[in-house]
Protein backbone atom coordinates (compact mmCIF):
# COMPACT_ATOMS: atom_id res chain seq x y z
CA UNK A 1 0.00 0.00 0.00
CA UNK A 2 2.89 2.34 0.95
CA UNK A 3 4.42 1.67 -2.46
CA UNK A 4 1.17 2.01 -4.36
CA UNK A 5 0.70 5.74 -2.57
CA UNK A 6 4.50 6.66 -2.70
CA UNK A 7 4.34 5.87 -6.55
CA UNK A 8 1.38 8.16 -7.12
CA UNK A 9 2.94 10.60 -5.07
CA UNK A 10 6.51 10.30 -7.44
CA UNK A 11 4.23 10.65 -10.10
CA UNK A 12 2.70 13.83 -9.01
CA UNK A 13 5.52 15.75 -7.83
CA UNK A 14 8.47 14.61 -10.44
CA UNK A 15 9.01 16.53 -13.56
CA UNK A 16 10.44 15.66 -16.76
CA UNK A 17 14.36 17.05 -16.85
CA UNK A 18 16.32 18.29 -19.40
CA UNK A 19 19.32 19.52 -20.20
CA UNK A 20 20.56 22.68 -21.62
CA UNK A 21 24.01 24.08 -22.84
CA UNK A 22 24.88 27.11 -22.61
CA UNK A 23 28.02 27.80 -25.02
CA UNK A 24 30.04 30.59 -26.77
CA UNK A 25 33.45 32.18 -26.25
CA UNK A 26 34.41 33.30 -23.14
CA UNK A 27 33.05 36.97 -22.21
CA UNK A 28 30.29 36.40 -24.72
CA UNK A 29 27.97 36.67 -21.30
CA UNK A 30 27.06 33.25 -20.63
CA UNK A 31 27.27 33.50 -16.76
CA UNK A 32 25.47 36.56 -16.37
CA UNK A 33 22.91 34.76 -18.70
CA UNK A 34 22.56 31.89 -16.52
CA UNK A 35 22.18 34.37 -13.41
CA UNK A 36 19.39 36.47 -14.96
CA UNK A 37 17.40 33.34 -16.19
CA UNK A 38 17.37 32.03 -12.74
CA UNK A 39 16.40 35.22 -11.36
CA UNK A 40 13.42 35.33 -13.95
CA UNK A 41 12.44 32.33 -13.34
CA UNK A 42 12.88 31.36 -9.57
CA UNK A 43 10.97 32.40 -7.01
CA UNK A 44 12.34 34.12 -4.41
CA UNK A 45 16.07 33.67 -6.05
CA UNK A 46 18.90 35.36 -4.09
CA UNK A 47 20.41 36.92 -7.44
CA UNK A 48 24.49 37.87 -7.58
CA UNK A 49 25.21 40.81 -8.09
CA UNK A 50 26.39 41.37 -11.99
CA UNK A 51 30.00 42.90 -10.29
CA UNK A 52 30.80 39.71 -8.73
CA UNK A 53 30.10 37.04 -11.39
CA UNK A 54 33.07 36.05 -13.21
CA UNK A 55 33.83 34.63 -16.38
CA UNK A 56 32.81 30.67 -17.08
CA UNK A 57 35.85 28.77 -16.35
CA UNK A 58 34.88 24.97 -16.25
CA UNK A 59 31.36 24.64 -15.38
CA UNK A 60 28.42 26.42 -14.01
CA UNK A 61 25.14 24.53 -13.01
CA UNK A 62 21.45 25.93 -12.75
CA UNK A 63 18.17 24.55 -12.59
CA UNK A 64 14.97 26.12 -13.20
CA UNK A 65 11.78 24.53 -13.35
CA UNK A 66 9.29 26.16 -15.80
CA UNK A 67 6.11 25.44 -17.84
CA UNK A 68 6.19 21.56 -15.81
CA UNK A 69 9.74 20.92 -16.78
CA UNK A 70 13.22 21.04 -15.05
CA UNK A 71 15.55 22.65 -17.09
CA UNK A 72 19.30 21.71 -16.08
CA UNK A 73 21.49 24.05 -17.59
CA UNK A 74 24.97 23.43 -18.19
CA UNK A 75 26.93 27.04 -18.88
CA UNK A 76 30.17 25.57 -19.95
CA UNK A 77 33.44 27.42 -20.25
CA UNK A 78 34.43 29.47 -23.89
CA UNK A 79 38.33 30.23 -23.30
CA UNK A 80 40.11 27.93 -26.28
CA UNK A 81 41.56 25.12 -24.12
CA UNK A 82 38.06 24.57 -22.66
CA UNK A 83 36.23 24.36 -26.17
CA UNK A 84 37.68 21.00 -26.99
CA UNK A 85 35.36 19.77 -23.58
CA UNK A 86 32.10 20.86 -25.23
CA UNK A 87 31.47 17.50 -27.21
CA UNK A 88 31.97 15.30 -24.03
CA UNK A 89 28.30 17.29 -22.63
CA UNK A 90 26.85 17.36 -26.64
CA UNK A 91 24.87 13.45 -26.63
CA UNK A 92 23.43 14.27 -23.23
CA UNK A 93 21.61 17.56 -24.13
CA UNK A 94 18.34 18.62 -25.04
CA UNK A 95 18.82 22.27 -26.40
CA UNK A 96 21.71 24.92 -26.50
CA UNK A 97 21.77 28.66 -26.33
CA UNK A 98 24.82 29.61 -27.80
CA UNK A 99 25.57 33.16 -26.76
CA UNK A 100 27.11 36.11 -28.76
CA UNK A 101 28.57 39.21 -27.77
CA UNK A 102 27.31 41.51 -30.04
CA UNK A 103 29.20 43.84 -29.23
CA UNK A 104 32.39 42.82 -30.20
CA UNK A 105 32.83 42.86 -33.61
CA UNK A 106 36.53 41.96 -33.73
CA UNK A 107 35.65 38.55 -32.40
CA UNK A 108 32.31 38.24 -34.73
CA UNK A 109 34.24 35.56 -36.83
CA UNK A 110 35.65 34.14 -34.27
CA UNK A 111 32.57 33.46 -32.73
CA UNK A 112 30.60 31.96 -35.45
CA UNK A 113 34.01 29.86 -36.99
CA UNK A 114 33.09 27.83 -33.14
CA UNK A 115 29.71 27.81 -33.96
CA UNK A 116 29.91 26.35 -37.50
CA UNK A 117 32.13 23.51 -35.54
CA UNK A 118 29.59 22.64 -32.96
CA UNK A 119 26.67 22.30 -34.96
CA UNK A 120 28.36 20.57 -37.23
CA UNK A 121 28.43 17.69 -34.72
CA UNK A 122 26.41 14.53 -35.12
CA UNK A 123 25.41 14.50 -31.49
CA UNK A 124 23.90 17.42 -32.18
CA UNK A 125 21.63 16.54 -35.28
CA UNK A 126 17.94 17.94 -34.83
CA UNK A 127 18.77 19.00 -31.28
CA UNK A 128 17.07 22.79 -30.77
CA UNK A 129 19.25 26.12 -30.53
CA UNK A 130 18.63 29.68 -29.51
CA UNK A 131 20.98 32.05 -30.75
CA UNK A 132 21.01 35.28 -28.45
CA UNK A 133 22.87 38.14 -29.66
CA UNK A 134 23.50 39.34 -26.17
CA UNK A 135 24.52 42.98 -24.80
CA UNK A 136 21.38 44.64 -26.74
CA UNK A 137 22.08 47.77 -24.00
CA UNK A 138 25.19 48.65 -25.19
CA UNK A 139 23.88 51.65 -27.61
CA UNK A 140 26.73 50.24 -30.55
CA UNK A 141 26.20 46.81 -30.67
CA UNK A 142 25.03 44.28 -33.60
CA UNK A 143 21.27 43.94 -33.74
CA UNK A 144 19.92 41.21 -34.46
CA UNK A 145 19.25 42.07 -38.39
CA UNK A 146 23.14 42.15 -38.81
CA UNK A 147 24.14 39.36 -36.74
CA UNK A 148 21.62 36.66 -38.22
CA UNK A 149 22.67 36.26 -42.20
CA UNK A 150 26.04 35.90 -40.42
CA UNK A 151 24.99 32.75 -38.12
CA UNK A 152 22.80 31.72 -40.49
CA UNK A 153 25.21 31.46 -43.32
CA UNK A 154 25.88 27.77 -43.28
CA UNK A 155 21.92 26.69 -42.70
CA UNK A 156 22.45 23.14 -43.88
CA UNK A 157 24.95 22.63 -41.14
CA UNK A 158 21.56 23.98 -38.96
CA UNK A 159 19.26 22.10 -40.73
CA UNK A 160 15.67 20.97 -40.07
CA UNK A 161 15.97 21.93 -36.23
CA UNK A 162 14.25 24.40 -34.38
CA UNK A 163 16.74 27.47 -34.39
CA UNK A 164 15.75 31.13 -33.41
CA UNK A 165 18.11 34.30 -33.29
CA UNK A 166 17.47 36.62 -30.59
CA UNK A 167 17.69 40.03 -28.74
CA UNK A 168 18.57 39.77 -25.62
CA UNK A 169 20.57 41.84 -22.54
CA UNK A 170 21.61 39.48 -20.12
CA UNK A 171 22.41 42.27 -17.97
CA UNK A 172 19.54 43.76 -17.60
CA UNK A 173 17.49 40.77 -18.19
CA UNK A 174 15.50 41.88 -21.15
CA UNK A 175 14.36 38.59 -23.51
CA UNK A 176 15.94 36.52 -21.73
CA UNK A 177 12.22 34.95 -20.49
CA UNK A 178 11.13 35.03 -23.89
CA UNK A 179 13.96 33.05 -24.82
CA UNK A 180 13.63 30.04 -22.30
CA UNK A 181 9.88 29.72 -23.23
CA UNK A 182 10.90 29.47 -26.63
CA UNK A 183 12.85 26.82 -26.07
CA UNK A 184 11.16 24.67 -23.72
CA UNK A 185 8.38 24.67 -26.62
CA UNK A 186 11.31 23.21 -28.77
CA UNK A 187 12.20 20.71 -26.12
CA UNK A 188 8.73 19.22 -25.59
CA UNK A 189 8.18 18.80 -28.99
CA UNK A 190 11.23 17.19 -29.79
CA UNK A 191 10.95 15.00 -26.60
CA UNK A 192 10.34 11.70 -29.20
CA UNK A 193 14.23 12.81 -30.72
CA UNK A 194 15.60 13.64 -27.19
CA UNK A 195 13.39 11.77 -24.09
CA UNK A 196 13.76 13.45 -21.15
CA UNK A 197 16.74 12.36 -19.04
CA UNK A 198 15.70 10.91 -15.91
CA UNK A 199 13.12 11.29 -13.95
CA UNK A 200 13.21 12.41 -10.07
CA UNK A 201 11.69 13.80 -7.56
CA UNK A 202 11.60 17.22 -6.73
P1 LIG B 1 31.22 34.47 -19.86
O1 LIG B 1 30.66 33.66 -18.72
O2 LIG B 1 30.62 34.12 -21.17
O3 LIG B 1 32.72 34.42 -19.92
P2 LIG B 1 30.35 36.77 -18.31
O4 LIG B 1 30.83 36.02 -19.62
O5 LIG B 1 28.96 36.42 -17.95
O6 LIG B 1 31.39 36.61 -17.24
O7 LIG B 1 30.34 38.28 -18.83
C1 LIG B 1 31.53 38.90 -19.33
C2 LIG B 1 31.39 40.41 -19.18
O8 LIG B 1 30.31 40.86 -19.99
C3 LIG B 1 31.05 40.89 -17.76
O9 LIG B 1 31.62 42.17 -17.58
C4 LIG B 1 29.53 41.03 -17.79
O10 LIG B 1 29.02 41.95 -16.84
C5 LIG B 1 29.35 41.58 -19.20
N1 LIG B 1 28.02 41.29 -19.74
C6 LIG B 1 27.37 40.11 -19.82
N2 LIG B 1 26.17 40.26 -20.37
C7 LIG B 1 26.04 41.58 -20.64
C8 LIG B 1 24.99 42.37 -21.23
O11 LIG B 1 23.92 41.92 -21.61
N3 LIG B 1 25.26 43.71 -21.36
C9 LIG B 1 26.43 44.29 -20.94
N4 LIG B 1 26.58 45.59 -21.11
N5 LIG B 1 27.42 43.57 -20.40
C10 LIG B 1 27.22 42.23 -20.25
P3 LIG B 1 32.97 42.44 -16.76
O12 LIG B 1 33.16 43.92 -16.85
O13 LIG B 1 32.72 41.93 -15.38
O14 LIG B 1 34.03 41.67 -17.47
Not at 161 to 186: F, K, N, Q, Y
Amino acid sequence: MFSLIYGFYKHMVQKDEYCVLILGLDNAGKTTYLEAAKTKLTNNYNSIHPSKITTTVGLNIGKVDVAGIRLNFWDLGGQNELQSLWDKYYEESHAIIYIIDSSDRERMDESKEIFDKMIASENLRGIPLLVLANKQDIPECMGVREVKPIFNKNSHLIGKRDCMVMPVSALTGDGVDEGIRWLVDCIKRNSYLRPPRNQEEM
